[in-house]
T-cell receptor
Framework: DAKTTQPNSMESNEEEPVHLPCNHS???????IHWYRQLPSQGPEYVIH???SNVNNRMASLAIAEDRKSSTLILHRATLRDAAVYYC????????????FGKGTSLLVTP | EAQVTQNPRYLITVTGKKLTVTCSQN?????MSWYRQDPGLGLRQIYY???????DKGDVPEGYKVSRKEKRNFPLILESPSPNQTSLYFC??????????????FGPGTRLTVL
């Protein structure tokens, strides 16, 4: 399975943009890049996904490198509610249906 | 409101006493699954179901059973719980398992303690 590498933790000030990086140098051409987050004491929550092109939704933006070996989740204006563990996950049609969460990045947002 | 519900949210039990954790979704999803989350080990899949009457093992199925008699429900059964099954359990669902761009929806979690 293609694996992802994320920093263990990051810190941001409230109302500033946050760029959460993810490296996936062994990504295959059919892997989708998904991001989920887990707020304290809650279940994981879908954030965004993409394949090749950059993607935007109401929660965040996903910037995918041209060679697809890395991606960045962008929170445009961090709020205290965005403090969570963020998981970058590759979904490969050939490697089963489970989401492989890994350790993720713990984002701290300070007022 | 579209959601995945789990019951109970918290449970303390003793070794060997059979228990069932229920999971229900109201989104007409075909795919449902169970995960457990443990410190340092992250989330690991226990069982999953592609549709009614179709279930299969995930990464850590030992000590668990599941059933999928109706599309909306996917209970997790611990026939003889042991302390190593003390964990935080999450149920998840998505519309189609085979479409790998589909998002998965997670329940709020069930914290189980086995003494």
């Amino acid at each position: 399975d293609a694996k992802t590498t994320q920093p263990n933790s990051m810190e941001s000030n409230e109302e500033e943009p946050v760029h959460l990086p993810c490296n996936h140098s062994t990504i295959s051409g059919t892997d989708y890049i998904h991001w989920y987050r887990q707020l304290p004491s809650q279940g994981p929550e879908y954030v965004i996904h993409g394949l090749t092109s950059n993607v935007n939704n109401r929660m965040a933006s996903l910037a995918i490198a041209e060679d697809r070996k890395s991606s960045t989740l962008i929170l445009h204006r961090a709020t205290l509610r965005d403090a969570a563990v963020y998981y970058c996950i590759l979904r490969d049609p050939n490697s089963g249906y489970a989401l492989n969460f890994g350790k993720g990045t713990s984002l701290l947002v300070t007022p | 409101e579209a959601q995945v519900t789990q019951n109970p949210r918290y449970l303390i039990t003793v070794t060997g006493k059979k228990l069932t954790v229920t999971c229900s979704q109201n989104m007409n999803h075909e795919y449902m699954s169970w995960y457990r989350q443990d410190p340092g080990l992250g989330l690991r899949q226990i069982y999953y179901s592609m549709n009614v009457e179709v279930t299969d093992k995930g990464d850590v199925p030992e000590g668990y059973k599941v059933s999928r008699k109706e599309k909306r429900n996917f209970p997790l059964i611990l026939e003889s719980p042991s302390p190593n099954q003390t964990s935080l359990y999450f149920c998840a669902s998505s519309f189609h398992a085979g479409q790998f761009y589909n998002e998965q929806f997670f329940g709020p979690g069930t914290r189980l303690t086995v003494l």
